[in-house]
C-alpha cells in the first residue's frame, strides 16, 4: 500500500462572530497518497481555501481528523506547529506579496526560509532551485526587475527551501497569462515525477484539466472526483490537444462514510422535482432515481 501523505475524516471548520455562524467545511473525508499531484476545485465558498489553509497549519480544524505525513494537527502545540510550517509544508500564494519580501534580490529571497532552518549548503541549495524553477541567470535580480510569473517561479522555489514533505499551492497561475501558467504547470508536473506530493487550489480550467486527479468540494464536502483518462496521460505539451474544451477527465460521485451522495445540479434539474423527495431503486446492476410516483 502506497504511503498516506493526508488523511481527513469528517473534517469540521466553524467560524464564528458575535451574531452568525459559518460551517466552512461540514464532514470533509479526503485522503492523498505520497506522490500524488492533486487539485482541488470549487466555487468561491465552497471550503477549498479553507481546507487549504487546514493542512498548511494556517487554521486550527474545529473538529474531525487531519493527519499530514504523519502528523495529529488537532494535537499539535504551537511550538510544534511552527516546525510543522517550517518543515512538513511549503505554500505558494496567489498574490505575490505573500510570498515574497520586495527589498531582497530572487536568491535571497530563496535563503531567507533556510536561515531559519539547520540545513547545510543553503547556497547550493538556492541555486539549485533557481535552476529548477528556470531562474538561474536571474538570481541576483531585485524583484521589480522581474515579471509577474518569474516572481510566482520564485515564490515556488521558496516553497521548496526546506525540501518538505508537501506543497501546497492556492491558485498559482490565477494571475498569468496562459504561456506562463503552462510553464509553471510544468514545473509542478516535473517536481511530481520527481516525487514532490503537490497539493493545488485552482479555477483555472486548463490547468484542472491536465490533472492526474482532480477533486471538487461542494458545500463543505467532497461532490465529486474526476480522473484523467488514460489516453491523455503524458501528452500535457502536444499542441494538437485543446485542454480547456476536451473531455480530459472522467467524473465520479463520491459516496462519503454515511451513504450520502451530492448529485450535480443539472441533473436535479432535469429530473424537475416538485420537492427534496426522491425514490430510489436497484435495477439491473444500477441505482435508480426518479420522482416519487414515477412509473418506469
Known amino acids: 500500500m502506497a504511503e498516506v501523505m493526508i488523511q481527513a475524516d469528517g473534517l469540521v471548520k466553524i467560524y464564528k462572530s458575535k451574531q452568525t455562524e459559518v460551517l466552512a467545511l461540514q464532514g470533509l ?24 489553509n487546514m493542512i498548511g497549519g494556517l487554521d486550527r480544524p474545529s473538529a474531525g481528523s487531519l493527519l499530514v505525513g504523519g502528523k495529529n494537527l ?23 506579496g505573500r510570498n515574497l519580501l520586495p527589498y531582497l534580490t530572487a536568491f535571497e529571497n530563496i535563503m531567507l526560509p533556510m536561515y531559519l532552518a539547520d540545513g547545510r549548503q543553503k547556497k547550493e541549495r538556492a541555486l539549485e ?8 541567470q536571474k538570481r541576483n535580480n531585485s524583484l521589480h526587475s522581474l515579471s509577474g510569473g518569474e516572481q510566482q517561479r ?24 496562459s504561456k506562463t501558467a503552462d510553464y509553471i504547470f510544468d514545473i509542478f508536473r516535473e517536481l511530481n515525477a520527481a516525487g514532490q506530493t503537490i497539493l493545488i487550489v485552482t479555477h483555472d480550467v ?7 486527479r482532480v477533486v471538487a468540494i461542494r458545500d463543505g464536502k467532497i461532490s465529486s472526483e474526476r480522473i484523467l483518462k488514460e489516453q491523455y496521460e503524458n501528452k500535457w505539451n502536444e499542441a494538437a490537444i485543446d485542454w480547456h474544451k476536451e473531455d480530459t477527465q472522467e467524473e465520479y460521485a463520491i459516496v462519503d462514510k454515511a451513504g450520502r451522495v451530492q448529485i450535480p445540479a443539472e441533473l436535479l434539474e432535469q429530473l424537475a422535482l416538485q420537492d427534496n ?7 439491473d446492476g444500477k441505482i435508480v432515481l426518479s420522482k416519487p410516483g414515477e412509473k418506469e
Not at 499531484?37 to 481546507?51: E, P, V
Not at 532551485?129 to 538561474?136: I, R
Not at 515564490?155 to 491558485?171: F, T, V
Not at 486548463?206 to 492526474?212: A, D, E, Q
Open 29 to 52: 473525508d479526503l485522503t492523498v497518497e505520497t506522490g500524488e499531484l492533486t487539485a482541488i476545485i470549487g466555487n468561491s465558498g465552497s471550503g477549498k481555501s479553507t481546507f487549504l
Open 74 to 96: 488537532f494535537t499539535m502545540t504551537e511550538k510544534e506547529l511552527v516546525l510543522y510550517k517550517r518543515d512538513t509544508v511549503g505554500f505558494v500564494w496567489q498574490n505575490n
Open 129 to 136: 532551485l533557481l535552476e529548477k524553477v528556470g531562474l538561474a
Open 154 to 177: 520564485v515564490a515556488i522555489a521558496i516553497a521548496l527551501a526546506n525540501s518538505p514533505k508537501l506543497l501546497l499551492a492556492d491558485e498559482p497561475t490565477g494571475s498569468v497569462d
Open 206 to 212: 486548463t490547468l484542472s484539466k491536465k490533472v492526474k
Open 277 to 283: 423527495r426522491v425514490q430510489l431503486k436497484f435495477q
